[in-house]
């Protein structure tokens, strides 16, 4: 007897997706390059196109990494690299590069500190024959003092 691999997955999605995917993220297309906000002494990047706003997750993938610098007077960099990795279904598009994450809302009894946290996409979505969930490489867009 043959299995039928496609149809398991199929089945196998929605049950995925409702284990999972409790809360609700939003993938923005970069609006431009970054410019620098005098009010915050940081660059920003503008809002560009909502590509997917709907049932995510986000989830660290490992720890931060700290990388050397190339000038001898500075020996580390500012900012870590942050691994994290979003979930959403299979019908949301692939994010391209640097695509803006947003925690939207949490599920009761989720985590509230990450509602309004971002993250940059590192890579396009990835995909494959036998996904059940999109997944997406994101490194988190560092906080300054008062943000969550």
């Known amino acids: 007897m043959a299995v039928d691999l496609a149809r398991i997955l199929a089945n196998v999605a929605p049950l995925v997706?409702?284990?999972?995917?409790?809360d609700t993220v939003r993938f923005v297309t970069p609006g431009g390059p970054p410019v620098f906000n005098p009010d915050t002494g940081q660059f920003e990047v503008p809002e560009g196109a909502i590509t997917y706003e709907g049932p995510g997750a986000v989830q660290s993938?490992?720890?931060?990494e700290t990388a050397s610098a190339v000038?001898?007077?500075q020996p580390w960099v500012t900012e870590t690299t942050s691994k994290y990795k979003a979930f959403t279904p299979l019908a949301?598009?692939?994010a391209a590069r640097?695509?803006?994450?947003t925690v939207v809302s949490v599920h009761d009894g989720g985590d509230q500190a990450l509602v309004g946290r971002q993250w940059r996409t590192m890579d396009p979505s990835?995909?494959?024959t036998l996904g059940v969930i999109r997944v997406t490489s994101l490194d988190q867009i560092q906080q300054t003092g008062g943000e969550a």
């Open 126 to 128: 990835q995909a494959g």
């Open 98 to 101: 640097d695509t803006i994450v």
């Open 92 to 94: 949301a598009p692939i």
């Open 17 to 22: 997706e409702g284990m999972l995917l409790l």
């Open 71 to 73: 000038v001898a007077t």
């Open 61 to 64: 993938g490992s720890l931060p």
